[in-house]
């Protein structure tokens, strides 16, 4: 406004009901538009106007109750305000409705309604004519006196409140350069009033019943605002404080909501946060973080995004266990019983817990083994994570990184990020709620890599005892102590996991169970489980150890005990099912039906409904067969060796070692050789090197018939079974060297005998890994003679004694050993060559 020339507002001026607020002259306000007459005046006037004349609008407060509206044009109060539509938004959800920005002009009184539709349309007459109070002095008479009054209680209230924020100093500023004319109108607007209040304003046309109207309203909320500040407990340093902002200035500035239980209650929400942060015991750089943070909310409105983002942030800081801990069980002798009764066999892996105990004993500060558990699934590596934990006394906290392909996921999602979050370390160790916990990292051999990163390259901080004293999440973005976590990672192979993390790694092979140990493991926690999961008790179904036996021999071929269970989970469902209908019979007999006891026989039988059974049910080879069908595996080795050029190899695969026949056929042809069976580089190489071998020595052994070679004018083919199986390695060497010299002698090799063992083409045979997993497979069929290199005599110590005492073993450095002791009475040779020591 002016002080030089008065406002000057067409006569006629479309009208906007409104019951969204009342108008004051020089406040701005947003008015939701929904209704017809409303939407029309937006959509004819304010949009398709050109002129600056078209946005200025008469705003009249609807007095009539929003919930009993209707169509009809309600009655027009008598005074309203001129308004400047500074801003106009569009929007069809959740209906179709604008937003106005409207600035107050001045007031205006309605002398006649010239039309209701589509929008009202009237005849207004201007009533703020402020040039006639700046020409005179307003400080004479009693006018002067009550806007000095008013000035000053003005600065008073705006002095109550926090001047360190922008819109109060500007507001103190806008108290000097406003005319003191208009400050009723404008605090009267900012300060929290009713409608009414409001109303009762704007109708005051004569300025001095203005002052009168707005001056109580002001001293109210001065009077509020000091009873606030006496109740309150205020720090001393925050003795001042806007109390809230709302949206909806006047002029430049904001309006000021004096809500004392919205604020009272996000006070105390940050005042308990911060008595959180400072009781969690965190280091000094976490701490300092935190506070900074802190800080930072308390001057942040809620409505603002960040303020949430940062409130979540400090709560996940508040909620980490940075020195809560458990305290560790370290009694050996318990430890070990816990064990024993939890995990049959499994002795190297106890023995390692066992030691680590033993050194906690000693020394109170050691950090967490990171261990790896390596074996074919089904050998109770997840489950004996679990139970090392129960022995520690310790939390533990599963994460399966199978197929997780995002380093995001171990590292978390930076807060610039929309939904960021911990990565699954921290949130384990939130979950858990201490810093000690037993993690067992699942299928760390199946992590994935993609375009968001390698998650194996982040475990390497994790997983490194030197580093993950200050592991720091993306998330936190301060570091965090993992040394006396137990990581515990389970893999199937070490050939999938990169050398730098399985580096950082102390590898314990899990090797699969042989016969008698998972006869054992069935008795001991296999059956009883599974008659628990089945609603089964002992008296009502036993197994005895021979059905055991004839189930892992003749209906499981694995190197774990997952498909024994279920097969006893079958055999249980099966005895259900007749325990059941035994109770539903006896439950259908009556004592009417007892006295006739022939004819309900008779009925039953007819009827073909079983006699209840007797109990308990014991499992015979022919229930079993009934139950599970004809036998799966067939111990067929000596059926399979019935023709020259046939022997068996020993192969690992991460299932478990497994046996592996080879066969050779020759033909006539042109001396080429033919590779079958999905063979990899390896193999195919070790096939000619057997080649080469033989054709070389065919005279000492008598392997050629008239000519120096024997494969002139032949062909030979060589397959391996299992075609749709990939295989590879340098194992098959010796296999493939006594198939081909059964095949080119007519002998047949011993159906009794397996072997493994590399190749050279001097004759020499090399070690191969994989031992004790082979010599269980060649156990399991029942094979009685093993053929070893020699160099892997002392890998024989890890297999069971008796096991070793079931196999004769054969030690072999050359190929002549290995073709003596695969043939009955020995493989004739023309030349006694002296042995070859290899020095490889």
Request: net charge neutral; aromatic share 4%; glycine share 8%.
């Amino acid at each position: 406004m002016s002080s030089n020339s008065g406002i000057q507002i067409p006569s006629r001026l479309p009208l906007l009901c409104t019951h969204d607020g009342v108008l004051l002259p020089g406040s701005t306000m947003r008015i939701s538009v929904d209704t017809a007459r409303n939407m029309q005046l937006v959509k004819s006037r304010l949009l398709k106007g050109t002129s600056l004349k078209s946005t200025i609008i008469g705003i009249i407060p609807n007095t009539r109750d929003p919930e009993h509206d209707s169509d009809e044009l309600p009655s027009l109060h008598s005074i309203g305000t001129a308004g400047l539509a500074v801003q106009v938004v569009g929007s069809n959800w959740p209906k179709p409705h604008y937003t106005l920005l409207i600035t107050g002009l001045c007031r205006f009184r309605v002398t006649q309604l010239l039309r209701e539709r589509p929008f009202p349309m009237a005849e207004v007459e201007q009533l703020d004519k402020l040039e006639q109070y700046t020409e005179g002095d307003p400080a004479d008479g009693e006018l002067g006196e009550l806007a000095q009054r008013f000035y000053q209680a003005a600065v008073q209230l705006v002095g109550m409140l926090d001047m360190s924020v922008p819109v109060v100093a500007k507001l103190r500023r806008l108290l000097d350069s406003l005319p003191r004319e208009t400050l009723p109108d404008v605090l009267a607007s900012m300060i929290r009033t009713s409608n009414k209040e409001k109303l009762q304003v704007l109708d005051a046309v004569d300025l001095e019943e203005r002052f009168k109207k707005a001056l109580p309203l002001l001293t109210r909320q001065i009077e509020g605002l000091k009873l606030l500040q006496k109740t309150r407990k205020l720090r001393p340093d925050d003795d001042k404080r806007v109390l809230a902002i709302r949206k909806g200035g006047v002029f430049p500035g904001r309006q000021f909501s004096l809500d004392e239980e919205v604020e009272d209650e996000d006070g105390d929400d940050n005042v308990l946060l911060e008595k959180k942060v400072k009781a969690a015991a965190m280091p000094e750089a976490a701490l300092r973080v935190c506070l900074k943070e802190l800080r930072r909310l308390k001057k942040m409105p809620q409505s603002m995004p960040e303020y949430a983002l940062t409130r979540n942030y400090l709560e996940m800081m508040v909620e980490l266990p940075w020195s809560k801990s458990t305290t560790d069980c370290l009694d050996i002798r318990t430890a070990r019983v816990l064990l024993d009764n939890d995990h049959y066999a499994m002795e190297k892996l106890k023995r390692r817990v066992l030691e680590y105990l033993a050194v906690r004993q000693l020394k109170s500060t050691l950090k967490g083994p990171i261990l790896c558990f390596v074996g074919p699934p089904g050998v109770g590596k997840t489950s004996v994570g679990r139970s090392i934990a129960r022995t520690l006394g310790r939390e533990f906290h599963r994460i399966a990184l199978g197929g997780v392909c995002d380093q995001s996921d171990i590292r978390g999602h930076r807060r610039t990020y929309v939904g960021s979050m911990p990565g699954r370390i921290i949130n384990g160790l939130k979950t858990v709620g201490v810093n000690n916990p037993v993690f067992l990292l699942d299928e760390v051999d199946k992590l994935g890599k993609s375009l968001q990163g390698d998650p194996a390259a982040a475990l390497l901080e994790v997983l490194d005892p030197e580093q993950n004293h200050s592991f720091t999440d993306h998330y936190l973005n301060v570091p965090f102590d993992l040394s006396q976590v137990l990581f515990i990672a389970t893999a199937n192979t070490t050939a999938t996991i990169p050398p730098a993390l399985l580096d950082r790694m102390e590898v314990l092979q899990v090797p699969g169970y042989i016969q008698e140990e998972k006869v054992e493991i069935a008795h001991r926690h296999l059956i009883p489980h599974q008659l628990e999961q089945h609603g089964l008790t002992p008296q009502q179904l036993q197994i005895p150890q021979d059905t055991t036996q004839e189930i892992i021999s003749k209906y499981t071929r694995e190197a774990g005990v997952r498909s024994l269970e279920r097969k006893i989970g079958a055999i249980c469902r099966a005895v259900a099912v007749k325990v059941a209908e035994g109770h539903r019979v006896s439950r259908a007999e009556s004592p009417t039906e007892q006295l006739a006891d022939q004819n309900t026989e008779n009925k039953v039988e007819d009827s073909g409904i079983a006699a209840p059974p007797e109990m308990p049910i014991v499992i015979d080879h022919i229930a079993l067969k009934d139950i599970l069908g004809p036998p799966l595996f067939e111990m067929e080795v000596s059926e399979r060796l019935t023709l020259p050029g046939v022997a068996i190899g020993l192969a690992w695969t991460p299932m478990g070692g497994e046996i592996m026949f080879v066969e050779a056929s020759r033909m006539e042809g042109e001396g080429q050789l033919t590779l079958t069976g999905q063979l990899g580089d390896v193999m195919k190489e070790s096939a000619h090197l057997a080649i080469s071998w033989l054709r070389s020595n065919a005279k000492t052994y008598f392997l050629s018939s008239g000519s120096a070679d024997p494969l002139e004018s032949t062909d030979i083919h060589l397959h391996f079974p299992a075609g749709a199986v990939t295989k590879d390695g340098p194992s098959a060497g010796v296999t493939i060297v006594t198939c081909l010299a059964s095949l080119l002698s007519g002998r047949l090799v011993r159906s009794d005998v397996a072997m493994t063992g590399e190749i050279t083409l001097r004759g020499l045979v090399l070690p191969v890994g994989g031992i004790k997993d082979k010599v269980l497979a060649a156990h399991r069929a029942n094979l009685k003679r093993v053929i070893i290199p020699k160099r892997n005599e002392k890998d024989l110590e890890e297999i069971p004694a008796h096991v070793r005492a079931d196999l004769d073993f054969v030690f072999a450095s050359t190929l002549d050993e290995v073709l003596n002791a695969a043939f009955d009475g020995g493989f004739p040779s023309a030349v006694s060559h002296p042995q070859v020591v290899s020095k490889l």
